[in-house]
């Protein structure tokens, strides 16, 4: 499995974005999916997950609301809908996928593949 991110970039607050995560593999045994970020001089931080088909998805406090994490099965594509941005959204974020038909929880060490990585920068 690989993850490929696209998206990101410098918008300004309460502007809206989306991130996308192409994975490569088969995703038909389960995958659990979820998308972190890290801002600087900060620990990683969940932001939402969920499982391969989308159910009962998963969002920290601090976003539930604004963010909404979706899965396109027929592309293989992971996106997460960013809304009404804070300047305290500004990170890197990183998708990443665990093979689990459910969802595997917050952990990030509960993730066995990690996209790359993608700067999003929330001016205020």
């Known amino acids: 499995v690989q993850l490929v991110q696209s998206g990101g970039g410098l918008v300004q607050a309460g502007d809206s974005l989306r991130l996308s995560c192409l994975l490569s593999g088969d995703p038909s045994r389960g995958i659990a999916a979820a998308w972190f970020r890290q801002a600087p001089g900060k620990e990683q931080e969940f932001v939402a997950g969920s499982n391969w088909i989308g159910t009962s998805p998963t969002y920290a406090e601090s976003v539930k609301g604004r963010f909404t994490i979706s899965i396109d099965t027929a592309k293989n594509t992971l996106y997460l809908q960013m809304s009404n941005l804070k300047y305290e959204d500004t990170a890197v974020y990183y998708c990443?996928?665990?093979?689990?038909?459910?969802?595997?929880?917050?952990?990030?060490?509960?993730?066995?593949?990690w996209g790359q990585g993608t700067q999003v920068t929330v001016s205020a």
């Open positions: 990443a996928a665990a093979r689990s038909s459910v969802f595997v929880g917050e952990d990030g060490q509960k993730y066995d593949f």
